[in-house]
């Protein structure tokens, strides 16, 4: 999920027009970013993502309908991938897990700075994963507290090749930018990308690139 030289194109999902407009004006100040679709709902957000294929969408939490973690995990099945970015005025360390155990590629909340939703769109559109800098250090110390109990995650069990992957993811790049950096084909980045999430015990791109940040190996998504 790519966006090539076209802009990211990107659904919000809010029930607050308010909200949404105000979310269309940050992101209308960059080129490279289309919004295509608004949605009120969970429900409705899932059918325009069948009818518009976005790269991104913004989903708010509590909506009326269907709420966005439970459209996270439902768009997390659908066959044609989609960057999901969680918008919302909820922090709550559950909220924060829950959607990105569902599958959420990015977690920002609408106190943030609107740069942080122009970089966070950006870096899910480029297939990244990008969290909030006000929620980032809150999943780093929950990564800790869980590797704690769970110590058998090292990364001495990572070939030299997925070490310099998870550099690559820590970075926020996508599979394809990955495979130009290293000269690879994207389908065996793919490859190792599922090798280093098994190996680390981690559920998804953002707790790897937490992962990575934490070996010294890049910066969190969010704190580059």
């Not at 802009?7 to 308010?18: F, H, I, K, Q, W």
């Not at 059918?47 to 790269?55: E, M």
């Not at 609107?114 to 769109?121: C, H, Q, T």
Request: net charge neutral.
């Amino acid at each position: 999920m790519t966006a090539g030289s076209r802009p990211v194109r990107v659904l919000v999902a809010d029930d607050e027009a308010l909200v949404r407009a105000g979310v269309r004006a940050i992101l209308a100040r960059d080129p490279q970013v289309e919004v295509v679709a608004e949605a009120a709902d969970g429900h409705e957000a899932i059918a325009l993502v069948r009818r518009h294929r976005p790269d991104v969408v913004l989903l708010d939490i509590q909506m009326p309908g269907l709420d966005g973690l439970t459209a996270v995990a439902r768009l997390h099945r659908e066959p044609t991938p989609v960057g999901v970015i969680m918008l919302t005025t909820f922090g709550q360390d559950t909220y924060v897990t829950r959607a990105l155990e569902e599958g959420a590629d990015g977690f920002l909340l609408k106190a943030d700075d609107p740069r942080e939703l122009l970089n966070g769109v950006r870096a899910v559109g480029a297939g990244g994963a990008y969290l909030s800098p006000r929620v980032a250090g809150r999943v780093i110390a929950g990564m800790r507290a869980h590797r704690a109990a769970h110590p058998h995650r090292p990364l001495e069990r990572l070939t030299d090749r997925e070490n310099e992957v998870l550099a690559g993811i820590g970075a926020g790049l996508s599979n394809a930018e990955i495979a130009g950096r290293l000269h690879l084909v994207e389908g065996t980045v793919k490859a190792h990308v599922s090798a280093v999430l098994a190996k680390l015990g981690v559920r998804n791109r953002v707790e790897a690139a937490i992962a990575a940040h934490e070996a010294g190996l890049a910066a969190p998504p969010g704190r580059a």
